[in-house]
């Protein structure tokens, strides 16, 4: 099935300082493959302020909207009732949960998150107010099917579109503002604080995290995501929420979860003065040396993939675990796996197509008939290692392509 309404889009400026986008160079040209549609972006960085953005990149107007849900195919949302075992990141939301209501001096409080999702951040919070005594009122934005979810929750308004299509938030209303994951699915993301500014009460909070532009050794795929346009460092997230007029309380980087986290709150309009020339040269040095280490980690696997090709027989039996965009890049890389050996492919998510064949029940597994097995995914390979030794796989037949991971914690 392929997506209809796509378009290519051009940026003409640098989501961060506003800079010419002509003042960026390309460091890689990539694209994804999603239900037969081919979306090509570019990974570019501006060499004003250093920030990383998608450039150019062909845009597909279906993903943020009802029809889809595109967390929910990466196994991040909740299929059945809230509770902690069921939310994915628990521990890293009520983490979250617990440093907002530590900020928190009202008794009651008005609550905007935007790019809610599931809403499972929103029933944490709520779940932790109850026991200090806080009353929240929530009003969750979330445009992709996930809002469904964000219905049953008690105490909240659910609005099913762009923050950048609401007509109807009220303005100087809100105590709090939330965007957790979300301000880097935006190009124009000073226009997004421009209205949460607008909502916020005077002396209103603002609570974002984003992924850590300093972590994007996303292995051999981009170091830049397709669903993430722009990739934050501190000194780029600082940049933005200054010139949108917010007041910088705290800023942390985290461990478990790799992510910037931000409080600030909102500043009366006024001019605006920017980071000095020495703090934007740092912060491009930041992201050239983020992509150095992305292209080492990329060519350090691609050699362990090379050096198992070069040991295949035509009786070599090959198991690859991860039918994703990772295992896609692999072989398309390396379409002499496939050939060279006889390959089957397993996943922890439910059996599916991959590449004409059907992926294998990793419950039923003989691994004793296998000669190697591939590690084929970059954020799960330490889980999916201990996985598949305690299913067990020897030790010496499986390959993990990476000694080290910055994405999601394991």
Not at 26 to 55: F, N, P, Q, R, W
Not at 150 to 164: A, M, Q, Y
Not at 301 to 326: E, F, M
Request: with cysteine; aromatic share 8%.
């Amino acid at each position: 099935m392929n997506i209809s309404n796509c378009g290519t889009i051009i940026l003409s400026n640098c989501p961060v300082c506003q800079n010419t986008s002509e003042n960026s160079y390309t460091v890689i040209v990539d694209s994804i493959e999603y239900k037969d549609t081919e979306l090509d972006y570019s990974v570019d960085i501006c060499l004003a302020c250093g920030c990383m953005y998608a450039k150019q990149r062909t845009e597909c107007k279906e993903l943020y909207t009802p029809k889809m849900d595109v967390e929910k195919e990466n196994v991040h949302q909740i299929n059945e009732v809230y509770s902690p075992k069921k939310i994915w990141n628990y521990q890293n939301k009520k983490l979250q949960a617990t440093e907002l209501l530590a900020i928190v001096k009202k008794d009651e409080v008005k609550y905007l998150e935007i790019g809610s999702s599931d809403g499972s951040f929103f029933y944490v919070l709520n779940k932790l107010s109850e026991i200090n005594n806080i009353s929240i009122k929530g009003t969750l934005v979330e445009s992709s099917g996930a809002s469904e979810k964000c219905k049953n929750i008690f105490d909240c308004r659910v609005v099913t579109e762009s923050i950048l299509s609401v007509k109807d938030i009220e303005t100087k209303h809100y105590d709090i503002a939330v965007l957790s994951h979300c301000l880097e699915h935006f190009d124009n993301p000073g226009t997004v604080l421009s209205i949460v500014h607008k909502a916020l009460a005077d002396d209103g909070i603002l609570f974002i995290e984003v992924p850590d532009g300093m972590k994007v050794d996303r292995g051999i795929t981009s170091p830049l995501s397709y669903f993430h346009i722009v990739n934050y460092n501190l000194l780029t997230l600082g940049e933005l929420v200054r010139r949108c007029h917010f007041e910088i309380l705290d800023v942390i980087e985290r461990d478990n979860y790799p992510g910037l986290r931000l409080i600030a709150r909102k500043k009366a309009k006024g001019k605006f003065h920017t980071e000095n020339r020495g703090t934007l040269s740092m912060s491009l040095l930041w992201t050239k040396s983020a992509v150095r280490c992305w292209k080492h980690h990329k060519e350090t696997a691609l050699k362990k993939v090379h050096h198992i090709l070069q040991k295949l027989t035509h009786d070599s039996r090959l198991l690859i675990y991860g039918v994703g965009g990772h295992t896609k890049k692999m072989l398309d890389q390396f379409p002499g796996l496939m050939n060279a050996a006889n390959c089957d492919f397993t996943d922890s998510n439910p059996p599916r197509m991959y590449k004409g064949r059907l992926s294998k029940d990793s419950r039923h597994l003989i691994f004793e008939s296998y000669d190697y097995v591939i590690i084929a995914t970059y954020a799960g390979q330490e889980t999916v290692y201990q996985k598949l030794v305690r299913m067990g796989c020897p030790e010496t037949k499986i390959i993990k392509l990476y000694e080290t991971i910055n994405s999601y914690a394991n």
